[in-house]
């Protein structure tokens, strides 16, 4: 079993940056790809980025690309979301998933493993 532990939402302006982190737990040394999903109020659950183990792969969503990052610390078994220039269509419930299969995916339902998720808000 993984445990996925989010942290780091809050509140900020718009033009603002937030940095999410996700702290793994459990079997950590079987896990290949990590995402971040987000969910707004009324809308399902959309893709942000994945990366895999050894950071070889990367994808990030069109909508935040050159404005989100997505990193990982294999020795602290943690990875971040780097969000900058947030914009208020940003806010959302952001969960950290993570999957022991290869390879990385864009689809929530490839991902075997779900955090409770961080709320992240930017005012305008």
């Known amino acids: 079993q993984v445990q996925l532990v989010e942290s780091g939402g809050g509140l900020v302006q718009a033009g603002g940056s937030l940095r999410l982190s996700c702290a793994a737990s459990?079997?950590?040394?079987?896990?290949?790809?990590m995402g971040w999903f987000r969910q707004a109020p009324g809308k399902e659950r959309a893709f942000v980025a994945a990366i895999s183990r050894n950071a070889g792969n990367i994808d990030v969503a069109d909508s935040v690309k050159g404005r989100f990052s997505i990193s990982r610390d294999n020795a602290k078994n943690t990875v971040y979301l780097q969000m900058n220039s947030l914009k208020p269509e940003d806010t959302a419930v952001y969960y950290c998933?993570?999957?022991?299969?290869?390879?990385?995916?864009?689809?929530?339902?490839?991902?075997?493993?779900w955090g409770q998720g961080t709320q992240a808000t930017v005012s305008s």
């Open positions: 998933a993570a999957d022991l299969s290869y390879p990385i995916s864009v689809r929530a339902v490839d991902y075997s493993y």
């Open positions: 459990g079997r950590t040394s079987s896990i290949y790809a």
